[in-house]
T-cell receptor, first 111, second 112 residues
Framework: DQQVKQNSPSLSVQEGRISILNCDYT??????FLWYKKYPAEGPTFLIS?????DKNEDGRFTVFLNKSAKHLSLHIVPSQPGDSAVYFC??????????FGAGTRLTVKP | EAQVTQNPRYLITVTGKKLTVTCSQN?????MSWYRQDPGLGLRQIYY???????DKGDVPEGYKVSRKEKRNFPLILESPSPNQTSLYFC???????????FGSGTRLTVV
């Protein structure tokens, strides 16, 4: 049962433009949502998180938006840079323990 | 340097031969977790630990064991590996998982 879904396996954007990565979830009990970035041959790296009681969190070029009624979150990267090319995983937690991940979206930022 | 260290990075083994993947963190984190990554499935949690001697099953615990005798170490044990346990494994640690885990570099396991 995939409780966290990333329906786009890949996304390609031009350098300097906005990248929008999407994620849907089914369990309304999730209390935190997170985004990780993963380069080949490395472990995932934590990017940004958001509490379920908020609808937006910003950190530099990265902004995460949460729409609880739609059970949807998105990660915006502005402006996109070639170094942002990686696989991005969405994740959600229950009670600080049970962390569920989506299947990932491969972002390619073209110079 | 703050890090999570897994060993080995690569391992090829035969069905039924017991193996242990070690994981150590130097950040004094309470939480530790093991994940496996498979194509199209993302990362799935195998086991997690909230502190020494406290462990619990994740999404896919069958065929795996863990122990947490010391805060820094969280080994993953496959008593009788099978080919469906061929995967990329990640260990992770955190003070507060809601604010993100720190992951190791991964262990690619092949069971033939």
């Amino acid at each position: 049962d995939q409780q966290v879904k990333q329906n786009s396996p890949s996304l390609s954007v031009q350098e300097g433009r906005i990248s929008i990565l999407n994620c849907d979830y089914t369990n309304s009990m999730f209390d935190y949502f997170l985004w990780y970035k993963k380069y080949p041959a490395e472990g995932p790296t934590f990017l940004i998180s958001i509490s379920s009681i908020k609808d937006k969190n910003e950190d530099g070029r990265f902004t995460v938006f949460l729409n609880k009624s739609a059970k949807h979150l998105s990660l915006h990267i502005v402006p996109s840079q070639p170094g942002d090319s990686a696989v991005y995983f969405c994740a959600a937690t229950l009670f600080n323990n049970d962390m569920r991940f989506g299947a990932g979206t491969r972002l390619t930022v073209k110079p | 340097e703050a890090q999570v260290t897994q060993n080995p990075r690569y391992l090829i083994t035969v069905t039924g031969k017991k193996l242990t993947v070690t994981c150590s963190q130097n950040m004094n984190h309470e939480y530790m977790s093991w994940y496996r990554q498979d194509p199209g499935l993302g990362l799935r949690q195998i086991y997690y630990s909230m502190n020494v001697e406290v462990t619990d099953k994740g999404d896919v615990p069958e065929g795996y064991k863990v122990s947490r005798k010391e805060k820094r170490n969280f080994p993953l044990i496959l008593e009788s590996p099978s080919p469906n346990q061929t995967s990329l494994y990640f260990c992770a640690s955190s003070r507060t998982p809601n604010y993100g885990y720190t992951f190791g570099s991964g262990t690619r396991l092949t069971v033939v």
